[in-house]
T-cell receptor, first 111, second 111 residues
Framework: NAGVTQTPKFQVLKTGQSMTLQCAQDMNHNSMYWYRQDPGMGLRLIYYSASEGTTDKGEVPNGYNVSRLNKREFSLRLESAAPSQTSVYFCASRQGWPEAFFGQGTRLTVV | RKEVEQDPGPFNVPEGATVAFNCTYS??????FFWYRQDCRKEPKLLMS???SGNEDGRFTAQLNRASQYISLLIRDSKLSDSATYLCVVNTGDSSYKLIFGSGTRLLVRP
């Protein structure tokens, strides 16, 4: 059972580089989410997609873009990475209520 | 002010102790409430939902006080395996899809 799969698991970027974090779920869930987690900050919502074809900003959307490519996939793009974007990124999916299922995270370092 | 606030702890308790965590939320229109558990460097996982009348799952009891806008989690007979970070999660009132996490409360259970 794959659940929610994130790629890559680790990444080091130089300031100004761009990259896309990939997320795919095989549970036929409608809603998908991107969070970032920094020490002592908990998880902060970057963007979410309530259903295929829709995306909405969360708490900290600046510096990021998202694409809900289809029902399975929700990608997060950093156009010009900054050291402040060093974090652990989690993707999640959910169908109705209550449980959101998370991927294992992507550990991103921007130098 | 953050939408969901928690005492970061850590709470350091002996095995067998009872420990309680509180969480406050700012949006009075919030609809649904949850506790998630996160082990070190792992993804969060649902511990339990929080119902208006309060609910229990084994050693864990969750309470909701809508008038005061706080949620609590009580753990009885603490086990070493309960050591983790406990995250308060709220489905905010502006969207039934928007899940906002608190920063988490760290629990350390010692032998």
């Amino acid at each position: 059972n794959a659940g929610v799969t994130q790629t890559p698991k680790f990444q080091v970027l130089k300031t100004g580089q761009s990259m896309t974090l990939q997320c795919a779920q095989d549970m036929n869930h409608n809603s998908m989410y991107w969070y970032r987690q920094d020490p002592g900050m908990g998880l902060r919502l970057i963007y979410y997609s309530a259903s295929e074809g829709t995306t909405d900003k969360g708490e900290v959307p600046n510096g990021y873009n998202v694409s809900r490519l289809n029902k399975r996939e929700f990608s997060l793009r950093l156009e010009s990475a900054a050291p402040s974007q060093t974090s652990v990124y989690f993707c999640a999916s959910r169908q109705g209520w209550p449980e959101a299922f998370f991927g294992q995270g992507t550990r991103l370092t921007v130098v | 002010r953050k939408e969901v606030e928690q005492d970061p702890g850590p709470f350091n308790v002996p095995e067998g102790a009872t420990v309680a965590f509180n969480c406050t939320y700012s949006n009075s229109a919030s609809q649904s409430f949850f506790w998630y558990r996160q082990d070190c460097r792992k993804e969060p996982k649902l511990l339990m939902s929080v119902y208006s009348s309060g609910n229990e799952d084994g050693r864990f009891t969750a309470q909701l006080n809508r008038a005061s806008q706080y949620i609590s989690l009580l753990i009885r007979d603490s086990k070493l395996s309960d050591s983790a970070t406990y995250l308060c999660v709220v489905n905010t009132g502006d969207s039934s899809y928007k899940l906002i996490f608190g920063s988490g409360t760290r629990l350390l259970v010692r032998p």
